[in-house]
């Protein structure tokens, strides 16, 4: 008879075998935190919504390089579109926030599916990438008020619309067949079952975010001035899709210290529970919807409550165990660039998080918040990105800029939120720039110019980022 260990591996290895996938990390079932790799075609579509993901982080620069040109004295003049600045600034937000997340959403999607429904997995990819473009090329083709609401800025016009309906209808379908193409229970055992539940998790609250958004739409009043409307609009499904970007950050965090070699001191029952956890609160979502959608104020309260509370029931204990699984775990040079990516993703979400606790006015110190818990969820990808490379089939990404990039991102992020949250102390408003900031005394001077060279360099990490993919991607193995 066969002991139970065994058995295991033998139904893991058949499961793989009948999905036609590349069986590894066998040897980890007892409580790894790592992935398998499936079949060559979720392969290929995995690395299309990579690709997907860096052609945005490109585009988020190119545009952050088009701000400054457009309030640059004569060179501006170049630009003739009405206010081109705070449209350019709409596709930059959009492009590095939520099309380069939804993105690698769907990297790691593909990746927790079966070979089933692959057509509509490309039909999806096509969409989005056809939806971005759109984005992309909305300031140029189509003039239109720029606005930077919350969680999904916009520029007034059809055709600017038309591109974020269409990606939203491609990340629709990327998630029903996410949530169809299921793997087979063989592969939902152990560690690798934490990180897939981790993973289908994240769909169920991008379904709930996506109802959120039609919810919203179909319950505020069209006659709201155009920036409260689109506030109020993007208000709940921006605050779920949040619970996705943690929880997908969550599971990565594991299969992070899993390549690390980190011992986590969690069974994969308990990783498994703390990421369900983290699914609970957008059960809530629609009870706030009966319950306050006629009294939007307290609607807007609501969603922010469930996030300040809902969001740290997962993340605290389990960044903890992390933690202590990577203070007893040795590096390699082949592992620190994951190392380097989950010790900087954790103290950024933790930096981010606490700073929620001191949010009061309409002031940086939101902007420090989210700066905080966005790269830190930024972070967990660029590493998960790197440690899939040569997994998807290309080039192991250079060890030494790979291990430095993370934490010059890092450290440029952390300067960014602690010069808007010392900023935001002294009064200044978010959503303002040049003189109506009203920095009026030295500490505000200070803490501002000190978040512009955090920025600095911290898009000096992502630049080395994309090269480090474009280095390893240039030349398939």
Request: net charge positive; glycine share 12%; proline share 4%.
């Amino acid at each position: 008879m066969q002991p139970k260990d065994n058995k295991v591996n033998s139904a893991y290895q058949q499961a793989n075998v009948e999905q036609g996938a590349v069986v590894t990390g066998v040897e980890k079932r007892g409580g790894g935190f790592a992935l398998s790799m499936p079949s060559d075609a979720n392969r290929k579509l995995a690395s299309g919504w990579l690709k997907l993901g860096i052609a945005s982080l490109v585009g988020a620069g190119l545009f952050a390089i088009l701000l400054v040109l457009s309030r640059t004295p004569y060179v501006q003049d170049i630009f003739p579109w009405v206010d081109f600045f705070h449209s350019a600034l709409v596709v930059h937000v959009d492009l590095s926030v939520l099309l380069w997340f939804m993105a690698f959403a769907g990297v790691l999607w593909s990746l927790n599916s079966t070979s089933r429904l692959i057509g509509v997995g490309w039909l999806a990819l096509v969409l989005a990438a056809a939806g971005a473009a759109i984005i992309v090329l909305s300031p140029f083709i189509a003039v239109g008020k720029p606005l930077m609401s919350n969680y999904v800025p916009v520029i007034q016009s059809t055709f600017f619309f038309t591109g974020l309906i269409v990606f939203a209808i491609g990340v629709a379908l990327l998630v029903l067949r996410s949530l169809i193409a299921v793997p087979p229970a063989a592969l939902w055992l152990g560690g690798e079952g934490s990180i897939r539940i981790g993973f289908y998790a994240a769909s169920i609250s991008t379904v709930f975010a996506l109802i959120a958004f039609g919810w919203s739409y179909g319950i505020i009043p069209g006659d709201f001035e155009s920036t409260q409307y689109f506030d109020l609009l993007f208000w709940g499904g921006g605050h779920v899709l949040q619970f996705t970007y943690s929880l997908l950050m969550l599971a990565g965090w594991l299969w992070l210290a899993d390549a690390c070699g980190a011992k986590i001191p969690l069974s994969p029952r308990v990783a498994s529970i703390l990421l369900i956890l983290g699914l609970i609160p957008v059960f809530y979502v629609p009870v706030i919807y009966l319950s306050y959608g006629n009294l939007l104020g307290d609607y807007m309260v609501q969603f922010t409550q469930l996030m300040k509370v809902g969001g740290a029931f997962a993340p605290v204990p389990l960044g903890l165990a992390v933690l202590y699984g990577l203070g007893a775990a040795g590096s390699t040079p082949a592992t620190k660039p994951q190392r380097a990516a989950l010790l900087s993703s954790i103290i950024l979400f933790a930096v981010g998080g606490g700073i929620s606790l001191a949010i009061g006015e309409s002031n940086t110190i939101i902007t420090a918040h989210y700066h905080g818990t966005g790269g830190a969820i930024s972070l967990a990808f660029m590493g998960l990105a790197l440690h899939l490379l040569p997994l998807l089939g290309y080039r192991e990404p250079d060890l030494k800029l790979a291990t430095l990039m993370p934490y010059i991102y890092g450290a440029g992020q952390l300067l960014h939120i602690i010069g808007l949250l010392w900023s935001g102390g002294y009064g200044v408003q978010r959503k303002v720039a040049g003189a109506a900031q009203g920095l009026h005394g030295f500490a505000q001077t200070a803490g501002m110019g000190l978040m512009g060279l955090g920025g600095l360099i911290a898009v000096v990490g992502g630049i080395m980022f994309l090269l480090v993919v474009y280095k390893a991607m240039r030349r398939t193995t």
